[in-house]
């Protein structure tokens, strides 16, 4: 029996030895730098840039199969993959473009002025269409006296506002084909400074300065298909609607502030968010974000159930981009804002198609000594405005 | 209870076999991997300076001087320095490129030389008023100096200078 008890103690030890870790082994090894690494532009780890060098850039859109995106650089405009490739313009460079919007993925609708025609101040453009692959840079004016126009939810075709008297305008619909179809029988009164379509395409809400009185501020809703129009808000006297209202799943969501209010003595207006909630007809403080929250742009996601907001959390916080989740109420930051300016316009920002990213524009703060880089003028990221992708971690790929 | 013992023992002794002959197998243990450092740079290396105080002094005019330093950094004797210099908007709508040229016939091993520059950084002949692209930027564009040497030995060097004037 000892014999045995002898074997069992002497297998037992066997294998504990076998068993044991040994010093070498399982180490774990550092990763290394892969190549082409991600370049941390001062917005966080997660932002990737989508163009690069000199230019005062903005108004990213992304192509519906969200492949390509196009942006106003200078003025004019152009369009690049959102990978690697080549930038391709589509205007000439004496282009004045404000906007550009994907109508289809060959076309894009471009809203601004040609050469010798750039009108001042509020005064209204021309939406062109440009389609790719025809070898030229030439424009086609597709409707006259345009206020604003917004991409329809598919990505096929937009909705335009166009000035017909003062104080009066038309809402139609310029189709992937280029054809401007009237949409709306009656006349939008007041001058419109915004509009976006619902989800479902079928109602349009608008920004409007009231005829008679440009201080004062209304939203409306028009039902396109039954041809009858609401007023969902009148502003106080002194307040403004930056941008277009945001049709969203959970209501209309828009940014306001007064004029003449800054942070801190400067020029940057404090603008609040304020929600109409469906049903109601009183204008409220959007949940989610916090009393003290200054929002500067919003853009509401493809699927309407979450708000991109370009914001602070507060007066003296750095601007970042933030995802307010409408049903939740959650409010995400997307970006780690180290000293960038971060563009507020109310067309610098967008979603992509799929909702798992939002392009916005940014550069490193401007500083009045000269700057020496050891790279070509076309490689800078942060000496210039830029486009960045900052991705919807997960949210996107969820629904 | 002996067969039990039995099993038990057949067991660890079939264990402990397998084991030995894995640890056989293995040849010699790993090793941790390190990051290789990247090549070291040899032959000839070049470096570009801007001066930073030259930089500053810049106007908006011509006949601007502005000071390359060119070193070389490498281990071999270069037979000749190529350098360009273009001078061009932050405005990408404007053509309003201008381009400036010399070369340095021979730089020894270790070696540094000055190059001069003189510049017309006055603003192109369109003005920027009246340029429709002034329209779709609020600010003023900012001049760019990019400055690029090449050797006949095939290195390279590139500096950038963002200037605000």
Not at chain 2, 82 to 96: G, I, K, Q
Request: negative net charge; charged residues 20%; aromatic residues 6%.
């Amino acid at each position: 029996m000892s014999w045995l008890c002898a074997a069992l103690l002497a297998a037992t030890v066997l294998l504990v030895v076998g068993c044991m870790h040994h010093p070498d082994q399982g180490t774990s090894i550092p990763p290394l730098p892969a190549a082409g690494e991600q370049v941390d532009p001062g917005l966080g780890p997660e932002a990737r840039p989508l163009s690069s060098g000199p230019g005062y850039k903005g108004s990213p859109s992304w192509s519906p199969r969200g492949d390509r995106i196009a942006f106003t650089v200078d003025g004019y405009v152009v369009d690049r993959p959102v990978g690697t490739g080549d930038t391709r313009r589509w205007t000439t460079r004496d282009f004045v473009a404000e906007d550009a919007e994907w109508i289809s993925k060959d076309d894009l609708a471009i809203f601004g002025a040609t050469p010798g025609a750039v009108p001042a101040g509020e005064a209204s453009r021309s939406v062109y269409r440009a389609r790719s692959g025809e070898g030229s840079l030439g424009v086609k004016e597709v409707a006259t006296g345009v206020l604003a126009m917004s991409p329809s939810p598919g990505g096929e075709g937009l909705i335009i506002a166009a000035e017909m008297e003062p104080y009066e305008s038309e809402l139609a619909l310029l189709r992937d084909s280029g054809a401007v179809d009237r949409i709306y029988t009656g006349v939008v009164r007041g001058r419109v400074t915004g509009l976006s379509l619902s989800p479902d395409g079928r109602k349009a809400v608008l920004a409007t300065r009231t005829a008679g009185d440009l201080n004062s501020f209304e939203l409306h809703v028009f039902d396109l298909r039954v041809g009858t129009h609401r007023r969902l808000a009148r502003l106080e006297e002194g307040t403004e609607i930056l941008g277009a209202p945001q049709w969203t799943k959970r209501g209309i969501c828009y940014v306001v502030g007064k004029e003449g209010m800054s942070i801190g003595g400067g020029a940057e207006p404090l603008y609040d968010l304020y929600t109409i909630t469906q049903g109601s007809d009183s204008p409220e403080p959007t949940p989610g974000v916090g009393e003290d929250f200054v929002a500067s742009s919003i853009r509401a996601s493809p699927d309407g159930e979450r708000l991109a907001v370009v914001g602070r959390l507060n007066p003296k916080a750095p601007i970042n981009l933030y995802v307010l989740d409408l049903a939740t109420q959650n409010l995400e930051d997307l970006t780690v804002n180290e000293d960038m300016e971060i563009k507020t316009g109310p067309d610098d920002l967008a979603w992509s198609p799929d909702g798992e990213s939002i392009a916005i524009v940014a550069r490193g703060a401007l500083s009045e000594e000269p700057r020496v880089r050891a790279a070509p003028k076309g490689a800078l990221l942060e000496d210039f405005y830029n486009l960045y992708e900052i991705p919807v971690e997960g949210r996107g790929a969820a629904r | 209870m002996l067969w039990i013992s039995g099993a038990a023992l057949a067991f660890f002794v079939t264990a402990g076999a397998f084991l030995m002959l894995a640890n056989l197998g293995t040849g010699p243990s790993e090793k941790n991997l390190t990051p290789e450092p990247p090549p070291a740079e040899s032959g000839p290396a070049l470096v570009l300076t801007l001066n930073q105080e030259r930089l500053e002094s810049l106007r908006a005019l011509p006949g601007q001087e502005l000071e390359v330093g060119v070193r070389n950094a490498g281990d071999e004797d270069l037979s000749g320095v190529n350098l360009t210099v273009e001078v061009s908007s932050e405005n990408t709508a404007l053509s309003d490129a201008r381009y400036y040229r010399d070369n340095v016939n021979e730089l020894p091993a270790g070696n540094s030389v000055p190059v001069r520059f003189y510049l017309d950084l006055s603003t192109y002949e369109s003005p920027m008023s009246s340029n429709p692209s002034s329209s779709a930027v609020p600010e003023p564009p900012r001049k760019i100096i990019e400055v690029r040497a090449t050797t006949p030995e095939g290195a390279s060097a590139i500096k950038t200078a963002i200037v605000p004037i």
